[in-house]
């Protein structure tokens, strides 16, 4: 199967420290160009092999021999960028978040729908073969029915000038960057959306939640998220499955270094302990994923239910660390997109 040629919008580091290495290893992929309007771009391009280098992200956009792009912007810029690289006809790999309303939900997918490409939400954890083998210990019964699901994940941010996960009107906090992980990782792991949540963020020093904590009541299944910018990542990013006979824990959950052992540990009620190390790219597994995706039939959006899902709820909480108050998603209005 032919590679897909892949183009990276900004340099940010992100891309230089996870999309770039991930990308040069994978297997159906090839990184054809790269666009910086900071004028970064070339030197990048010198460093990581890539070809062709722009000082606008609209001349990458209009290369005919890009296939589909990569784009780390700030949060507030996912949706418009997501939109105009779907016009351009480049299939889209996009962070998470992916966009902050419905209203932009729509509007990405029907750009998508229209120039027939592919959009992803970029959530690179579940492509760790550790939660695929979580999800087949839930399936067999191992430990039994899921009572609660526990996700953290926290790191110490890098403070520099107009970080714009700091600044208010970009769509950041914790909440926005490292809960989402969380946010995603409940839905998925319960199936479905939680009936009631609650959500507390608190900041010493910025205009924005530097650190946030959640609850979410799956209407019999508690699960919990906490997160931030302020702790050491350090064993500080899990997730944690209790059931009635047993605990699936993740250590390094959601942002496993492609260098790193990742680790499931399952306890059993009856003392049985497994461990599963194992060290493996996410990235890497990822962009392949992707590039299979766009190479055979199927949605516009893969995993948009989780999309849609993750954006509700995070809504939800956005509105209960305001009030003060818990959100009943049974109330809302159910997302309206075609």
């Not at 990581?48 to 792009?69: C, N, Q, T």
């Not at 006809?89 to 902050?100: S, T």
């Amino acid at each position: 199967m032919t590679a897909v040629r892949w183009g990276v919008l900004t340099t940010a580091r992100i891309a230089q420290h996870r999309f770039l290495p991930a990308a040069a290893k994978a297997e159906n992929a090839v990184v054809g160009a790269i666009s910086s309007p900071s004028g970064r771009a070339e030197e990048v391009a010198r460093r990581f092999g890539i070809p062709k280098s722009y000082r606008s992200h609209e001349e990458l956009l209009a290369d005919p021999d890009i296939d589909a792009v990569y784009l780390p912007f700030p949060n507030s810029l996912h949706a418009d960028w997501a939109v105009r690289s779907a016009e351009a006809g480049k299939h889209v790999l996009c962070e998470k978040p992916l966009v902050a309303s419905t209203e932009d939900l729509q509007r990405v997918l029907s750009a998508a729908d229209e120039a027939g490409v592919r959009i992803m939400e970029a959530f690179m954890y579940r492509f760790h073969p550790h939660q695929g083998r979580a999800r087949e210990l839930i399936a067999a019964g191992r430990i039994g029915q899921i009572v609660s699901v526990h996700a953290r994940f926290h790191f110490v941010m890098d403070r520099q000038p107009q970080e714009p996960r700091l600044l208010p009107g970009m769509d950041g906090g914790a909440l926005n960057d490292v809960g989402t992980y969380g946010v995603d990782a409940l839905n998925s792991v319960v199936g479905r959306l939680p009936g009631t949540v609650y959500g507390r963020g608190t900041s010493w020093t910025d205009p924005v939640d530097t650190t946030m904590a959640a609850i979410l009541d799956y209407d019999g299944i508690l699960g919990t998220i906490d997160c931030g910018f302020e702790g050491p990542r350090s064993r500080s990013h899990t997730l944690q499955i209790i059931g009635t006979d047993g605990a699936i824990t993740l250590d390094k959950a959601f942002d496993p270094d492609p260098d790193e052992t990742a680790t499931l540990t399952l306890s059993t009620r009856a003392g049985e302990t497994q461990t599963f190390p194992l060290v493996h790219d996410s990235f890497r597994t990822e962009i392949e994923a992707f590039g299979d995706l766009i190479r055979t039939p199927g949605p516009v959006m893969p995993f948009r239910e989780l999309t849609e899902q993750n954006l509700i709820v995070r809504n939800a909480l956005h509105e209960s660390m305001v009030t003060g108050l818990p959100q009943q998603l049974a109330l809302a209005s159910p997302l309206n997109v075609q």
